[in-house]
């Protein structure tokens, strides 16, 4: 009987819990028998005398796994796989959102000279694979870092005045 407990079900439940659960089955049934009706957790807890917690746990174990491939609906053209959102998956609205600010963003670093867009971008990561430090900006540009950042410290000022911050800010305050 130990082979047949063993590799009864998908998931292997240990022996002392299968008596466990054969308890709580055979108490819920006589519940059931004598109320007319399915027994709470406190009643199988208080006839059993077992603990909430493991009551709890016992009745979770006793659920058969469900297959995600298993047909949903009348026409069993779905799978219950289909219903399961990704958890990876951007929000439209986020993305949408997210889009509108890269594409203000570029609007306005174009309003800078060429050689300051640039920089800022490195500086900040925008088009590029990663963010620069100010000593790789000054390799690239063949200039000090302290020139870079007299460049980056220029350029961000000018995207601070209210003429080109205020459209951004509304994204700021969300």
Known sequence: TRAIIDQARTIRIPV???ETLNKLYQVSKQLTNQHGQEPSIDELEEHLGMPLDKVRDAIRISKDPVSLDSPIGDDEDSQLKDFIPDQNALDPVAKTTTTH????????LGTLSEREAKVVKMRFGVDEAKEYTLEEIGLNFDVTRERIRQ???KALRR????????PLRSYYDE
């Open 16 to 18: 002392h819990m299968i």
């Open 101 to 108: 600010l890269e594409e203000t963003i570029r609007h306005y």
């Open 151 to 153: 460049i980056e410290a």
């Open 159 to 166: 995207l601070r005045h209210p003429s080109r911050s205020g």
